[in-house]
């Protein structure tokens, strides 16, 4: 049973920073694919980034590169989603998901082929 846990949400001023972290368990591939989500009230859930653990490889969207930058702590198995320099655009449920591959970054940024997802920590920034 896959369990994504997020954490790290708040409200911050405009220009603040944030860092979001998100434990994944009893992930049965070696390798795989995990990212970050985010939607706002009465918008689509959009991508932010997403990172492949097989080969350390990132994508990020454009609309934060830049600012945000993901990781992850193997040792941990945590993922990691720096935010700076953030502006009110940015507000929004933030999400964390994960799937067995990337696809090369081919379909990364569609949420509707991503399998597993947690509840979602809430970022506001005024």
């Known amino acids: 049973h896959v369990q994504l846990v997020e954490s790290g949400g708040g409200s911050v001023q405009a220009g603040g920073s944030l860092r979001l972290s998100c434990e994944i368990s009893l992930y049965i591939y070696s390798s795989y694919c995990m990212g970050w989500f985010r939607q706002a009230p009465g918008k689509e859930r959009e991508a932010v980034a997403a990172h492949y653990t097989g080969t350390a490889t990132t994508y990020v969207a454009d609309s934060v590169k830049g600012r945000f930058t993901i990781s992850k702590d193997s040792a941990e198995n945590t993922l990691y989603l720096e935010m700076n320099n953030l502006t009110p655009e940015d507000t929004a449920m933030y999400y964390c998901?994960?799937?067995?591959?990337?696809?090369?970054?081919?379909?990364?940024?569609?949420?509707?082929?991503?399998?597993?997802w947690g509840q979602g920590t809430q970022v506001t920034v005024s």
């Open positions: 998901a994960a799937r067995p591959a990337c696809s090369r970054g081919l379909t990364w940024h569609d949420y509707k082929y991503w399998a597993y």
